[in-house]
């Protein structure tokens, strides 16, 4: 079955930077898009940023030049790269992949950014 395990989140101070990983099994991860969303406290989730199998990736304008998505087929994981982070990149980041007509889920990891 699909699984998509998250890492990498925790506290930061504005400016600073974070890397997120999501370790995928149960698919062809080489073949599909990856995404990451994220939801922010008292919003709805929102795409950030995705990769397809072949590497083109694409970015919700707000996180354009600061993030920065990419994947290792080897180790079936995406990553996301975060820099200059704000106060507003607060929330819950997940990986999501969509298989078989299916959109799957991580169980999120959590980015707070405060002083």
């Known amino acids: 079955q699909v699984e998509l395990v998250e890492s990498g989140g925790g506290l930061v101070e504005p400016g600073g930077s974070l890397r997120l990983s999501c370790a995928a099994s149960g698919f062809s991860f080489s073949v599909y898009t990856m995404s990451w969303f994220r939801q922010a406290p008292g919003k709805e989730r929102e795409l950030v940023a995705q990769?397809?199998?072949?590497?083109?990736?694409t970015y919700k304008d707000s996180m354009k030049g600061r993030f920065t998505i990419s994947r290792d087929n080897a180790k079936k994981t995406v990553y996301l790269q975060m820099n200059s982070l704000k106060f507003e990149d607060t929330g819950v980041y997940y990986c999501s992949t969509y298989v078989m007509s299916t959109r799957y889920w991580g169980q999120g990891t959590q980015v707070t950014v405060s002083s």
């Open positions: 990769i397809s199998g072949g590497g083109f990736s």
